[in-house]
């Protein structure tokens, strides 16, 4: 039997490649002649530069930037295994994490950071970048990622503006002349599974303000200012992608990266997927097992073992997810190529205890799976 595991991380409790691996523990004590092949995945938010990493065998760097809050983080990225692609996570420099919940204000916080980890993979002579931007503390439409790569905001007096999304209502103009040259060339494939707008009632400013520690009022007041930064950049770089679906990610880097380079928005996992060459891994294979820390029916809505489903049902292979915890709606999946769901939770137990004990129960769930799945083959002779 061959079998190829491609899990999600579980967030909080297991990397991708974690969960891959106690799958693989479980399921061998069921079939131990099985051929296992684990493909580690992500869809562009937390754990993408280890799984990809991971998949094609390469390399992680270590980056020291400029946080959210401007204050130095050492960040991680990577180059895959082709030597020649660069995949960095939003999140490792401008993330929510990285800012303590009683200093979260999205009027203030930057994406000077990732911009700063886009121009390292340049510097490393890295022609192709896979930029995952979820998880982002940030609401400044990508003006920090512009501003590391060389663009200038300047208000009325022609004066620099301070990073964050609120200075953004005094935006009088785009200085691109300094803009890094590289990016007229580079390939950027753009991690995006929203397709928000910039502004308005499904805005940046309006569905994620909130989550970042604005209050109504600075929802008002960001979205007014985002609306500016549109106005201007669409004179300076003559594009008009405000509205275009993913301008409102990761507090509007979406809009950013639309503007100031060649990138181009993709589902997250179908960026990882291709990367990792998984559809040529899923020829052949018997059985497919994926998962991911919750599921329910925002999973329906692409997330990575609905990815993962695709492409195994283009080549008829069954496909089993083992998740952390089953939500409402999760039954949604079962129409898009995922044949059983399975919780690891045997019991009830508090959700610390869950995390804590993730590798533990993830095994022992494969286990119990590929128990059921060979009392199915006992019956079927």
């Given at each position: 039997?061959?079998?190829?595991?491609?899990?999600?991380?579980?967030?909080?409790?297991?990397?991708?490649?974690?969960?891959?691996?106690?799958?693989?523990?479980?399921?061998?004590?069921?079939?131990?002649?099985?051929?296992?092949?684990?493909?580690?995945?992500?869809?562009?938010?937390?754990?993408?530069?280890?799984?990809?990493?991971?998949?094609?065998?390469?390399?992680?760097?270590?980056?020291?930037?400029?946080?959210?809050?401007?204050?130095?983080?050492?960040?991680?990225?990577?180059?895959?295994?082709?030597?020649v692609t660069a995949v960095i996570e939003m999140a490792a420099a401008s993330g929510l994490p990285l800012v303590p919940r009683d200093r979260r204000d999205p009027r203030l916080t930057s994406t000077i950071g990732t911009g700063q980890l886009i121009k390292a993979a340049l510097d490393a002579g890295l022609g192709k970048?896979?930029?995952?931007?979820?998880?982002?503390?940030?609401?400044?439409?990508?003006?920090?990622?512009?501003?590391?790569?060389?663009?200038?905001?300047?208000?009325?007096?022609?004066?620099?503006?301070?990073?964050?999304?609120?200075?953004?209502?005094?935006?009088?103009?785009?200085?691109?002349?300094?803009?890094?040259?590289?990016?007229?060339?580079?390939?950027?494939?753009?991690?995006?599974?929203?397709?928000?707008?910039?502004?308005?009632?499904?805005?940046?400013?309006?569905?994620?303000?909130?989550q970042k520690g604005a209050s109504p009022a600075m929802v008002a007041e960001l979205d007014a200012a985002l609306g500016r930064f549109a106005q201007v950049a669409a004179q300076a770089t003559g594009r008009d992608v405000a509205r275009r679906d993913g301008a409102g990610a990761a507090g509007g880097l979406g809009a950013?990266?639309?503007?100031?380079?060649?990138?181009?928005?993709?589902?997250?996992?179908?960026?990882?997927?291709?990367?990792?060459?998984?559809?040529?891994?899923?020829?052949?294979?018997?059985?497919?097992?994926?998962?991911?820390?919750?599921?329910?029916?925002?999973?329906?809505?692409?997330?990575?073992?609905?990815?993962?489903?695709?492409?195994?049902?283009?080549?008829?292979?069954?496909?089993?997810?083992?998740?952390?915890?089953?939500?409402?709606?999760?039954?949604?999946?079962?129409?898009?190529?995922?044949?059983?769901?399975?919780?690891?939770?045997?019991?009830?137990?508090?959700?610390?205890?869950?995390?804590?004990?993730?590798?533990?129960?993830?095994?022992?769930?494969?286990?119990?799976?590929?128990?059921?799945?060979?009392?199915?083959?006992?019956?079927?002779?």
């Amino acid at each position: 039997m061959r079998i190829l595991i491609a899990p999600d991380s579980f967030k909080g409790s297991l990397s991708a490649l974690a969960a891959a691996e106690a799958m693989e523990r479980g399921l061998l004590t069921v079939f131990p002649e099985a051929s296992v092949t684990k493909v580690p995945i992500a869809d562009g938010g937390e754990g993408t530069v280890e799984a990809l990493v991971a998949a094609t065998g390469g390399s992680i760097r270590r980056t020291l930037v400029q946080g959210p809050l401007l204050e130095p983080v050492e960040a991680i990225w990577g180059i895959l295994g082709d030597g020649v692609t660069a995949v960095i996570e939003m999140a490792a420099a401008s993330g929510l994490p990285l800012v303590p919940r009683d200093r979260r204000d999205p009027r203030l916080t930057s994406t000077i950071g990732t911009g700063q980890l886009i121009k390292a993979a340049l510097d490393a002579g890295l022609g192709k970048l896979i930029i995952g931007i979820g998880g982002s503390a940030t609401n400044d439409g990508g003006t920090g990622m512009a501003r590391a790569l060389g663009a200038r905001f300047l208000d009325a007096n022609d004066r620099e503006l301070p990073q964050g999304g609120s200075a953004l209502a005094g935006l009088a103009r785009i200085d691109l002349g300094g803009l890094d040259h590289r990016l007229a060339t580079a390939e950027l494939l753009v991690a995006c599974d929203v397709d928000n707008p910039l502004t308005g009632p499904r805005g940046a400013s309006a569905v994620y303000g909130p989550q970042k520690g604005a209050s109504p009022a600075m929802v008002a007041e960001l979205d007014a200012a985002l609306g500016r930064f549109a106005q201007v950049a669409a004179q300076a770089t003559g594009r008009d992608v405000a509205r275009r679906d993913g301008a409102g990610a990761a507090g509007g880097l979406g809009a950013g990266l639309l503007f100031f380079t060649q990138a181009r928005l993709r589902p997250g996992v179908e960026i990882v997927l291709e990367a990792t060459g998984f559809e040529a891994l899923v020829q052949g294979t018997d059985l497919v097992i994926t998962g991911e820390g919750r599921t329910d029916a925002q999973t329906a809505m692409g997330k990575a073992p609905v990815g993962v489903a695709a492409v195994a049902q283009r080549w008829g292979v069954p496909v089993l997810c083992l998740s952390g915890g089953l939500g409402e709606g999760a039954e949604e999946v079962l129409a898009l190529g995922i044949g059983a769901l399975m919780s690891i939770v045997p019991q009830a137990m508090p959700l610390e205890e869950c995390m804590a004990r993730g590798a533990e129960l993830t095994e022992a769930a494969a286990a119990r799976a590929c128990r059921l799945l060979k009392l199915g083959a006992a019956l079927g002779r």
